[in-house]
């Protein structure tokens, strides 16, 4: 069967150190992956995209790479302060598909700990 | 230069009720969707609106749940007979498919979300 999943439910960190969610997924063959924020009370918000054949994607303090092989993605947070406490979302684009594809993770919702 | 809104933000109704949810896209935007949150869970797609296609309406859990998109802009999600397992956040989302030399693209814009407490 066809899934994507999210690595925990809840991620602890100390502030300053390196935050890292996991997506993988199985049985899909994504055109890209995107990752969102959502906080309490809010719709997610886009922060990233990356295509199948990209390893690795910057913006600022975010980092997230694309392994095809291991059909996985992960969200890197560096420098991690408490204001990046929410929840992140997976979200792929299967190949073959129009608009409409677009398939969500359950999200790992992230704690940064002053 | 507003995002998507929604309407009520909040909604509390008997059961047995029928509700009716209002989402305004971003102004241009040819895609439409809405999804349903419910509390520590993963976004459930519930219908597609794509220009004057016909909607995928494949998400939708019960034949209680409709949806319409009026002139290509704003949409309507109606519950009849509501439910307590209707609780939930629901949450539209407007998009715009880009073509690049890497394929097509499209971000979605989440509004609010509508908070719908069924008693």
């Known amino acids: 069967s066809q899934k994507i999943e999210q690595n925990s439910e809840a991620l602890n960190i100390q502030e300053g150190k390196t935050a890292t969610l996991t997506c993988n997924y199985t049985n899909y063959s994504p055109a890209y992956l995107q990752w969102y924020r959502q906080d309490p009370g809010r719709g997610p918000v886009f922060l990233l995209l990356?295509?199948?054949?990209?390893k690795e994607k910057r913006k600022e303090r975010l980092k997230v790479t694309f392994d095809t092989t291991l059909k996985q993605s992960l969200f890197h947070i560096t420098a991690s302060q408490p204001a990046d406490s929410a929840t992140y979302l997976c979200a792929l684009m299967n190949y073959g598909g129009s608009q409409g594809n677009l398939i969500f993770g359950k999200g790992t919702k992230l704690s940064v700990k002053p | 230069g507003a995002g998507v809104s929604q309407s009520p933000s909040n909604k509390v109704t008997e059961k047995g009720k029928d509700v009716e949810l209002r989402c305004d896209p971003i102004?241009?935007?040819?895609?439409l969707y809405w999804y349903r949150q419910s509390l520590g869970q993963g976004l459930e797609f519930l219908i597609y609106f794509q220009g004057n296609s016909a909607p995928d309406k494949s998400g939708l859990p019960s034949d209680r749940f409709s949806a319409e998109r009026t002139g290509g802009s704003v949409s309507t999600l109606t519950i009849q007979r509501t439910q307590q397992e209707d609780s939930a956040v629901y949450l539209c989302?407007?998009?715009?498919?880009?073509?690049?030399?890497?394929?097509?693209?499209?971000?979605?814009?989440f509004g609010p979300g509508t908070r719908l407490l069924v008693l």
């Open positions: 102004s241009g935007h040819t895609a």
């Open positions: 990356i295509r199948e054949n990209e």
């Open positions: 989302a407007s998009s715009l498919a880009l073509q690049t030399s890497g394929g097509w693209e499209e971000t979605q814009y």
